[in-house]
C-alpha cells in the first residue's frame, strides 16, 4: 500500500474515499450526484459534461445500497452487476474524469487489508454482511491502493 500523495485519483479512473480528510476537500469543491443517476447514465447514456463541469464527480448513496443488502453475498453479485460495468464504461466515455464514492463510514467499518491490497467492507465480527469491495467492483485488479497522510 502506498501513501497518497497526489490527487490524479480525481482526475480520472473510479475511486471509494472513506477518508474525511479527502472527503472534506471533495465535499467543500463539488456537490454529490446521486448513485441513481449515475447508475441511469448507463441505460440512457453519459451526459456531453459533468454535472458541474469538474474533472471529479463525486458520487453518494453506494454505502447506503450496501448497508441495506441483507448479506455479502448480495452485495457482491449487486456490485458486480452494477458498479464495475459503470467504472469501465466510465473511463472509456471520460478518461480524464475520476469517478469517487464516497463512503461516510465510520472509517473502522472498512478494512484496507494491507497484505494483498484488498478492501473489505462490513463489519469484522459478521462475515455473513462483509464484501470485499476490491474484487467486486475491479476484479481484484485495483491498482494503487492508497491511504491518505495524515
Not at 443488502?69 to 448480495?74: L, N, S, W, Y
Request: charged residues 20%; proline residues 5%.
Amino acid at each position: 500500500m502506498q501513501e497518497m500523495t497526489a490527487y490524479g485519483w480525481k482526475r480520472r479512473g473510479c475511486s471509494l474515499v472513506w477518508s474525511p480528510v479527502l472527503l472534506h476537500d471533495l465535499i467543500t469543491g463539488i456537490d454529490a450526484t446521486p448513485l441513481d443517476i449515475v447508475l441511469g447514465w448507463q441505460r440512457s447514456g453519459f451526459p456531453n459534461d459533468t454535472p458541474s463541469g469538474a474533472n471529479t464527480v463525486l458520487v453518494g448513496g453506494l454505502q447506503t445500497v450496501l448497508n441495506v443488502m441483507p448479506d455479502a453475498e448480495t452485495s457482491y453479485a449487486w456490485l458486480r452487476a452494477n458498479i464495475l460495468p459503470l467504472c469501465r464504461r466510465w473511463t472509456n466515455h471520460w478518461p480524464t474524469v475520476g469517478l469517487v464514492f464516497g463512503m461516510d463510514g465510520p472509517s473502522k467499518i472498512f478494512e484496507l487489508n494491507e497484505a494483498d491490497d484488498l478492501v473489505y467492507y462490513g463489519r469484522e465480527t459478521d462475515r455473513n454482511k462483509r464484501v470485499c469491495l476490491t474484487r467486486a467492483i475491479w476484479n481484484g485488479a485495483a491498482t494503487g491502493t492508497s491511504r491518505a497522510r495524515r
